[in-house]
């Protein structure tokens, strides 16, 4: 065998964005008509969102996070309240939590990544108000026994969609199973544009009119205050691109899908990685292709020696963050969290990965690992 020598890249933005000439032609546009906050362009990539993902509505709002924290507020949570959400998470769903004044209580992941639902009734207090499970890497959450636990202990569940646009769980699509979902269209995330943008969906009209309120201060009209509420809109330029980009979701998603199936069967034979469980009701979406490895940071080093750009998401358990001491845990409260932070790797799975890319990436686990 040829030794191997291509390089892998992760970001695959620069390729994506490659021939942008018909958004530039749309922001030109847009200049012209100096409608700069909501309008068209942002109400034409709310019902392209909504019908997307199969909701009744879609409110853009200024980011993910954002998108978890008003919808959190749309319920009236806030100081004193207690919202369950999973250990193994981006920091954001936590501070948005925290956003509300509402405490984050943590809840450690099951194997498949996302909130493993066995522990999620020893966490629940008097205080607890949300559920919030976070379909991480594209994985959706064992969202049946969520809702299950939600309805018969009287809590709203929250989705925290941000890295699963069309992932879905037994024929649901994420997005459509809690009362809310965020989703983020960050530059990172698999529906991305040109800066900081989230979604929040629903289909319920009564949560719909609220967060129109409160992610625009409030305001009923030009004058009158309804709520206390906050800044944070879609900007009508992000929605350009999300209009541009949101054609070709289905795509990009295919691609992404091929791509994780192609490392599944290859990595299924390397002894040295094991594939998180791949439950048949899920659709995986691939925002992330993340597996366990033996020797994790030894490989991590090799990959990077020659070029292949893998990541870890994410290397500190969270709960163990420093920033995230004031909620009291400690090592060994979330073991399972603390294993995937010292086993997890992942390879990069976007549209733009060509088939001889993916086969240098296997290639080089397979030397690392010593096997043909
Ligand atoms: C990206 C992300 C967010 C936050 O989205 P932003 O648009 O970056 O604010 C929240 N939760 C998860 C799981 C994410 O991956």
């Not at 939590?97 to 990544?113: C, E, H, M, R, S």
């Not at 289909?203 to 800044?231: F, I, Q, T």
């Not at 795509?251 to 994780?260: F, K, N, P, Q, V």
């Amino acid at each position: 065998m040829a030794e191997v020598s291509l390089r892998v890249r992760y970001s695959y933005l620069p390729q994506q964005f490659e021939d942008s000439e018909e958004i530039l032609e749309e922001i030109r546009r847009h200049l012209t008509g100096c409608n700069f906050t909501l309008g068209p362009e942002v109400d034409q990539f709310e019902r392209s969102f909504a019908s997307l993902i199969g909701t009744r509505c879609a409110i853009g709002v200024g980011s993910g996070t954002e998108a978890l924290t008003l919808s959190l507020r749309a319920l009236g949570i806030g100081h004193g309240d207690e919202v369950i959400t999973a250990a193994n998470t981006f920091i954001a769903t936590v501070g948005a939590i925290n956003a509300t004044g509402a405490k984050p209580v943590l809840v450690d992941v099951a194997p498949d990544f996302t909130i493993d639902p066995a522990k999620i009734e020893r966490a629940i207090t008097p205080r607890t108000k949300a559920i919030l499970p976070v379909h991480l890497t594209g994985e959706a959450a064992e969202m049946g026994p969520i809702l299950e636990i939600g309805s018969r202990r009287g809590l709203a569940v929250v989705e925290d969609a941000c890295q699963a646009i069309s992932a879905s769980y037994k024929g649901r699509n994420a997005g459509t199973m809690g009362i809310l979902a965020a989703f983020s269209l960050h530059p990172l995330k698999n529906l991305n544009v040109w800066g900081d943008a989230g979604v929040i969906v629903t289909s319920d009209p009564a949560l719909n009119e609220r967060l129109r309120l409160l992610r625009n201060h409030g305001l009923k009209n030009r004058d009158e205050v309804e709520v206390l509420g906050y800044n944070s809109r879609l900007d009508s330029i992000q929605a350009i691109v999300g209009n541009w980009l949101i054609r070709q979701v289905d795509r990009i998603t295919r691609e992404r899908i091929a791509h994780g199936a192609i490392y599944d069967e290859a990595f299924s034979r390397v002894p040295g990685i094991t594939l998180p469980p791949r439950r048949p009701y899920v659709r995986r979406v691939f925002h992330l292709y993340q597996v366990y490895a033996r020797d994790r940071d030894r490989l991590f080093q090799f990959l990077l020696d020659k070029g292949i750009e893998a990541k870890i998401h994410y290397p500190i358990p969270l709960p163990l963050q420093r920033g995230l001491a004031g909620l009291g845990y400690k090592r060994g409260d979330f073991p399972e969290t603390e294993r995937q932070a010292g086993s997890v790797i992942t390879f990069p799975v976007d549209q733009h990965l060509s088939r001889e890319e993916i086969d240098t990436v296997v290639g080089a686990v397979k030397e690392f690992y010593g096997s043909r």
